[in-house]
T-cell receptor
Framework: KNQVEQSPQSLIILEGKNCTLQCNYTVSPFSNLRWYKQDTGRGPVSLTIMTFSENTKSNGRYTATLDADTKQSSLHITASQLSDSASYICVVSLNNAGNMLTFGGGTRLMVKP | EPEVTQTPSHQVTQMGQEVILRCVPISNHLYFYWYRQILGQKVEFLVSFYNNEISEKSEIFDDQFSVERPDGSNFTLKIRSTKLEDSAMYFC?????????FGEGSRLTVL
């Protein structure tokens, strides 16, 4: 069964600190892996998309890594800001279409002043 | 920046009533989707729509659900007879190719 597991489920950090969120998946075959940020009560917003051949991709203070051999990905947030408080969702895709996305349960990040 | 817009943002309805959720996808996009997220749970795929027909649907998308694109811009999700367990956030999404853009969601509460 295709699954995407994220850890930790929730995380509290102080403003300015770095953090790393983890994602393990069993989805196969694998096309791409996406990280989304979802503010409470809002729609997911794409942060990064990586194909199996990419090891790392950055978007500002967000850096995603991918190890397709071990089926693990991480999202590193540098110099956190209060506005980073949100759920971060790892999504693995069997193909490029939106009907084959497997969503993780998300990590709820709270950044405190 | 173009965005996917959804209405209503929140709808409260009685069990058994029909509900229509509306979406305006980004104008040049070709593929349209509905997802739902029950409170505290993962986002789940409902249905995909391309070239004016359903291209794929999940087990959740049973006969109570239907989608249509009545006028070439709006993309609607209809729930014929709502059940308590239909209470969730419903997200519309669209893409041209590659990246998927989500709307802000419509929260449905069934009493």
């Amino acid at each position: 069964k295709n699954q995407v597991e994220q850890s930790p489920q929730s995380l509290i950090i102080l403003e300015g600190k770095n953090c790393t969120l983890q994602c393990n998946y069993t989805v196969s075959p694998f096309s791409n892996l996406r990280w989304y940020k979802q503010d409470t009560g809002r729609g997911p917003v794409s942060l990064t998309i990586m194909t199996f051949s990419e090891n790392t991709k950055s978007n500002g203070r967000y850096t995603a890594t991918l190890d397709a051999d071990t089926k693990q990905s991480s999202l590193h947030i540098t110099a956190s800001q209060l506005s980073d408080s949100a759920s971060y969702i790892c999504v693995v895709s069997l193909n490029n279409a939106g009907n084959m996305l497997t969503f993780g349960g998300g990590t709820r990040l709270m950044v405190k002043p | 920046e173009p965005e996917v817009t959804q209405t209503p943002s929140h709808q409260v309805t009685q069990m058994g009533q029909e509900v229509i959720l509306r979406c305006v996808p980004i104008s040049n996009h070709l593929y349209f989707y509905w997802y739902r997220q029950i409170l505290g749970q993962k986002v789940e795929f409902l249905v995909s729509f391309y070239n004016n027909e359903i291209s794929e649907k999940s087990e959740i998308f049973d006969d109570q659900f239907s989608v249509e694109r009545p006028d070439g811009s709006n993309f609607t999700l209809k729930i014929r007879s709502t059940k308590l367990e239909d209470s969730a956030m419903y997200f519309c999404a669209s893409r041209f190719y590659g990246e998927l853009f989500f709307g802000e969601g419509s929260r449905l509460t069934v009493l």
